[in-house]
């Protein structure tokens, strides 16, 4: 049980361009999802948090038009990279909590995004 | 906001012998502390995990102690084996805040056949 898939596993795009990952909780609902990008040998890093119906929570920094999330539903959560830069490359992964009373999180396999 | 420091950054090791990895962390509201292992290029596996209410939890060679006084806790590996090679992280998150996860800087363990 606890599965997150995301997709696609691996992009490239051209610079200007935007992406858009998904991931979804495939056996249970997921009342709220997480967004991390990882840098090479760093740690992973919050992007935002991502409540189904309701707005994103933005991390300090990060920029809500840059990089949009929308949760629609209890198994699916996307982000897009709009106007994607060489800089945004990364790899980008995302967890998800199954109920307000659990902290666990459950990551998917992440995404390597590569701008050129 | 929560900070969660992560030592050593390195550590090699033999197979066999035992690995120490420590956190500290600064909000003492947290009440969640994971540890997640990461291999090249994958996703974090979460390998063990300790809630606020307890002081120690172990898991066949796996186990982690907390210090909440101190704030702060550690992941302890023994008998290690080649394939425990990886990056560990640990990391700490408060209920009220959403359980948002902060994570250390991570651990890269090598252990030598």
């Known amino acids: 049980g606890a599965v997150v898939s995301q997709h696609p596993s691996r992009v490239i795009c051209k610079s200007g361009t935007s992406v858009k990952i998904e991931c979804r909780s495939l056996?249970?609902?997921?009342?709220?999802m997480f967004w991390y990008r990882q840098f090479p040998k760093q740690s992973l890093m919050l992007m935002a948090t991502?409540?189904?119906?309701?707005?994103?929570?933005?991390e300090q920094g990060v920029e809500k038009d840059k990089f949009l999330i929308n949760h629609a539903s209890l198994t699916l959560s996307t982000l897009t990279v709009t106007s994607a830069h060489p800089e945004d490359s990364s790899f980008y992964i995302c967890?998800?909590?199954?109920?307000?009373?659990?902290?666990?999180?459950?990551f998917g396999p992440g995404t390597r995004l590569t701008v050129l | 906001g929560e900070n969660v420091e992560q030592h050593p950054s390195t550590l090699s090791v033999q197979e066999g012998d035992s690995a120490v990895i420590k956190c500290t962390y600064s909000d003492s509201a947290s009440n969640y502390f994971p540890w997640y292992k990461q291999e090249l290029g994958k996703r974090p596996q979460l390998i063990i995990d300790?809630?606020?209410?307890?002081g120690e939890k172990k898991d066949q060679r796996i186990a982690v102690t907390l210090n909440k006084t101190a704030k702060h806790f550690s992941l302890h590996i023994t008998e290690t084996q080649p394939e425990d090679s990886a990056v560990y992280f640990c990391a700490a998150s408060f209920g009220a805040a959403g359980n948002k996860l902060t994570f250390g800087g991570g651990t890269r363990v090598l252990v030598k056949p």
């Open positions: 991502s409540n189904e119906g309701s707005k994103a929570t933005y």
């Open positions: 967890s998800a909590r199954s109920g307000l009373a659990a902290p666990e999180q459950f």
């Open positions: 300790i809630r606020s209410n307890v």
């Open positions: 056996d249970f609902q997921a009342t709220t």
